[in-house]
Antibody, heavy 117, light 107 residues
Framework: QVQLVESGGGVVQPGGSLRLSCAAS????????MHWVRQAPGKGLDWVAF????????YYGDSVKGRFAISRDISKNTLYLQMNSLRPEDTAVYYC??????????WGQGTLVSVSS | SYELTQPPSVSVSPGQTARITCSGD??????TYWYQQKPDQAPVLVIH???ERPSGIPERFSGSSSGTTVTLTISGVQAEDEADYYC??????????FGGGTKLTVL
């Protein structure tokens, strides 16, 4: 069965860096598009980043462009999100999501990132 | 940047019909998807490709589309349907765009 398990969240100071991981099981990343979606406390869903199934294309939301980087390790079947120059407004639960055509068919449980001094 | 607009809240009594709209200029050209999110849980897909219901989703959930507006309809609302609902679509520049979300309250 499909499972996505995020890790790497925590408390970080403004300007700091953090790398999130998403361990996938029950399927292989090489066959699926993958996304990161975040949700600030009490707020709505905010799409963050995308990587195509073959790794050929990556896209980012305007608010994270130039600061975040999505990547994957096929040998570990793991998705990553490298987050640099973090800001207080990046505080959110970050979800790893498998893309099926144009929608998310499987979501992880999320990992909380808190940016605060 | 492209935006999808949803009403912040909708309230209905049990057994009534709830309708949640989502508006966006690109919706006539792109499919829309609807997710249900309950507190402290990840979102769950309830409608895909505007009108299709995934397996396991109750028949009371349905979707429709007209021009630049798509609608999620929940017929015979039950207390367990109280949740936040998000529409999601795309445009030429962005793989995914989410609406702001609608809080459904069952009175």
């Amino acid at each position: 069965q499909v499972q996505l398990v995020e890790s790497g969240g925590g408390v970080v100071q403004p300007g700091g860096s953090l790398r999130l991981s998403c361990a996938a099981s029950g399927f292989t990343l090489r066959n699926y598009d993958m996304h990161w979606v975040r949700q600030a406390p009490g707020k709505g869903l905010d799409w963050v980043a995308f990587i195509r199934y073959d790794g050929s294309n990556k896209y980012y939301g305007d608010s994270v462009k130039g600061r975040f980087a999505i990547s994957r390790d096929i040998s570990k079947n793991t998705l990553y999100l490298q987050m640099n120059s973090l800001r207080p407004e990046d505080t959110a639960v970050y979800y790893c999501v498998r893309g099926e055509h144009d929608y998310g068919d499987s979501w992880g449980q999320g990992t909380l990132v808190s940016v605060s001094s | 940047s492209y935006e999808l607009t949803q009403p912040p809240s909708v309230s209905v009594s049990p057994g009534q019909t709830a309708r949640i709209t989502c508006s966006g200029d690109a919706l006539p050209k792109q499919y829309t998807y609807w997710y249900q999110q309950k507190p402290d849980q990840a979102p769950v897909l309830v409608i895909h490709k505007d009108v299709e219901r995934p397996s396991g989703i109750p028949e009371r959930f349905s979707g429709s589309s007209s021009g630049t507006t798509v609608t999620l309809t929940i017929s015979g609302v039950q207390a367990e349907d109280e949740a936040d609902y998000y529409c999601q679509s795309a445009d030429n520049n962005t793989p995914w765009v989410f609406g702001g979300g609608t809080k459904l309250t069952v009175l």
